[in-house]
């Protein structure tokens, strides 16, 4: 999760993430090379009192800072793409999980089995404990396997909501009257925080999400038991 003087991104928990991260490095990186050499450019020029003759007007010139910035760009697109079309595959899920969004918390229900469906509201702060984040923690956590592919359908019940896991690359607006669906492979276990990402009303901010990924047999058992009640 996010933390104070935390300037980057969160630690990547599932391998679409992971590749979201190698993606702003490496456009972060030919963003600060552009930066310097324009800067490096700006600087010489200002400084400079002679006036080249063929800096003003010359074709040659002006072909190459037309041509390379089309180069960077070009660079900055393949992975770009590459990227768009792995976020939309959809590969196989085991599970389905269907999360619904209202005014102001969601509600889950997994589609896979029988009777499993529940709300999830933010802790107040009367009944937090003593290791719980305020305005993160829920009544009712999300409870999912790692090292699974799992399929989301995300919708909402009266206004646009969108349904946001950070550290899982993960964020799906929830429209009223439709179904739209994303998956995403936890590659470990451990609690990852989310909150609706899409102003929604008074109570936006009051929303959260929270993933306990676990491993299989002991999903299994957790489903068993909550199957039962």
Known sequence: MATWSNFNMQDSA????????????????????????????MTSLFFNQYINRFLLEGQMIEVIWTILPAITLVFIALPSLR?????????????????????????????????????????????????DFRLLDVDNRII?????????????????????????????????????????FMNRSGLFYGQCSEICGANHSFMPIVIESIPTNMFMKWISKMSEN
């Open 14 to 41: 599932s391998p679409l993430m992971e590749q979201l991260m190698f993606f702003h490095d490496h456009t972060l990186m030919i963003l600060m090379m552009i930066t310097m050499l324009v800067s490096y450019l």
């Open 83 to 131: 990227l768009l079309y792995l976020l939309d595959e959809i590969n196989n899920p085991s599970m389905t999980l269907k999360s619904i969004g209202h005014q102001w918390y969601w509600s889950y229900e997994y589609s896979d089995f029988m009777k499993m469906e529940f709300d999830s509201y933010m802790t107040s702060n009367n009944d937090m404990q003593i290791n």
């Open 144 to 184: 999912l396997p790692f090292n699974t592919q799992i399929r989301i359908l995300v919708t909402a019940t009266d206004v646009i909501h969108s349904w946001t896991i950070p550290s899982l690359g993960v964020k799906i607006d929830a429209t009223p009257g439709r179904l739209n669906q994303s998956n995403f």
